[in-house]
């Protein structure tokens, strides 16, 4: 069963840089979309990126779309969320999910979630 672990949160300043690491266990990535989601307290969850099995890419947030990238190793079953010029909008907890459908920006479309990975933007 595939079970997803993110990494790579903390604290950094205004404009830093923060590389996030979703890696997958008991599974490929290979066949599934991945897409990173993030929720501030007393927000939705909301879809940042993503990445389906043919590496084509998809941005859900207009705020982060020219400031992160997502890539993904598949060889080392790992998807990746980096993150520059960050903001301190940009603070949440940053969640990692799978799918076998392709690429969408609504969670209900991910059926496995990482348990999250907390970013805080702020000086």
């Known amino acids: 069963q595939l079970q997803l672990v993110e990494s790579g949160g903390g604290l950094v300043q205004p404009g830093g840089s923060l590389r996030l690491s979703c890696r997958a266990s008991g599974s490929t990535l290979a066949y599934s979309a991945i897409a990173w989601f993030r929720q501030a307290p007393g927000k939705e969850r909301e879809g940042v990126w993503c990445?389906?099995?043919?590496?084509?890419?998809?941005a859900y947030a207009d705020s982060a779309k020219d400031r992160f990238t997502i890539s993904r190793d598949n060889a080392k079953n790992a998807v990746y969320l980096q993150m520059n010029s960050l903001e301190p909008e940009d603070s949440a907890t940053y969640y990692c999910?799978?799918?076998?459908?392709?690429?969408?920006?609504?969670?209900?479309?991910?059926?496995?979630w990482g348990q999250g990975t907390q970013v805080t933007v702020s000086s």
């Open positions: 999910a799978s799918t076998f459908l392709d690429c969408s920006g609504l969670r209900h479309d991910y059926d496995t």
């Open positions: 990445i389906n099995r043919t590496n084509n890419r998809f």
